[in-house]
């Protein structure tokens, strides 16, 4: 029997459990794609697919609504892909297993891809009902959102004829987003030297932080595990000598790093000396973060004694002096709106690897020259290290638009319906709301979306009631679109 059987609307959670059962993790997200096709050619509706695996399903105006705008309905199928260290999960095969928690929906020992799966079921239902009211729409279903945006930046937007846009690939129920940041992934590698030594080998572990989205969390002051073995490999040197065998952090240059790993060789003697400071470390980062990550850890294990290749102490040094000046977190509130985090950087993923070290950053900023300056500094320090630099997956922000009619429209469908008024803001998080705004000229774009907790991570948690509540708004919003 479903996991999902019994929730309402059946239809939501019963597409949404149908599309957990496909790996569809970024860069995966071809079966998933033809099941989109396969569902619209069974419906008889006209279906656009193309080499990127993007997909629009096209559904003509209820009855009475023809001359209502064209909206577009848009969310991305790729979800992050991330597991516990004990999870044997495949998300190159296997579906996810879904779990009820109380009024949450969850998965076993993985990320859920609530974000943005929820959205596709939303569409699915949507044009799998045709008792609903609603102007003809073009239901736009993007891949690879969560490493750079890369479907939407590659869709044609000749296919689409909306003058509307409602994404749904927002997290927190009560919010209508109408601005967003642009952003970019920074590459960072760096050569390095090795040579054999032999010493006392001890693996650090820096773990237990919360972690989250880089844009969404990046202003809740939490920690990055990369970050703090920067910090910890400095300050143990002002201690007593070592040198660098491994390092490891992060998979996703957009999710704050929770967990960082390294692996170092010292003299015998100087253990108790590694460990008594590992333990003073991790009390002092506890008290630092006290109220955002209680829970750090940092753990140091003995391998014993042995001979291995690590760094020449140079090149620990490049290593240990990077990882002190990247940038980390906030760069720049907003001095326009208040609250917003206008700019940020986030160093994600970090290893040592095939000679290098690689690190990658998500930067983000609401305007443009300031995410440019972000990147510009990673680049003189990367260079300045004897490194390359590269950007990928730039993509612009999405600019608040004064004269909205589908924002005021929305605005007064949830008061309508709710009682009171909806917070209307502008996010940090990169939406793919700029691209789509850059490419359709005069575009008016909203986006909401249910409540959803610590997305990108193995604690993602998706609200059934939350999921409820917004599915009978979309319902409301669509049917208000007359004219």
Known sequence: MAVL?????????????????????????????????????????????????????????????????????????????????????????????????????????????GDDGIAVAYMMAILDDDTLKHPALECVITTDEEIGLLGAKDLDASVLQGKYMINLDSEEEGYLWISCAGGQTGISEIPLSFREVEGEVLEVVIDGLVGGHSGAEIDKNRANANKLMGRFLYELGQKTMFTLAELEGGTKDNAITRKCKAVLVLEEEDRKTAEEFAASYQENLRKEYSGTDDNITVNMVSQGTKTISALDMMSKEKTVFFLMNIPYGIEKMSGEIEGLVETSNNIGVLRIEEGFLVSSCGIRSSVGSAKQFVSEKIQYLTEFLGGEYTVVGDYPAWEYKKDSALRELMADVYRDLFGKEANVKAIHAGLECGLFYDKIPGLDCVSFGPSMQDIHTTEEKLSISSTARMWEYLVKVLESIKE
């Open 5 to 113: 059987s019994g929730l309402k609307p059946e239809k939501v959670f019963g597409y949404f459990e149908e599309l957990c059962k496909i790996p569809h993790g970024s860069g995966n997200t071809k079966e998933i794609s033809d099941y989109l096709v396969a569902f619209a050619k069974e419906r008889n509706l006209k279906v656009y697919q193309d080499e990127y695996n993007n997909v629009v399903i096209y559904k003509p105006a209820s009855e009475g609504y023809e001359a209502a705008p064209v909206t577009i309905l848009q969310g991305h199928c790729d979800m992050v892909a991330e597991k516990t260290p004990e999870s044997s999960h495949d998300f190159e095969k296997d579906g996810l297993k879904l779990m009820i928690e109380g009024d949450y929906i969850t998965a076993d020992q993985t990320t859920l891809g």
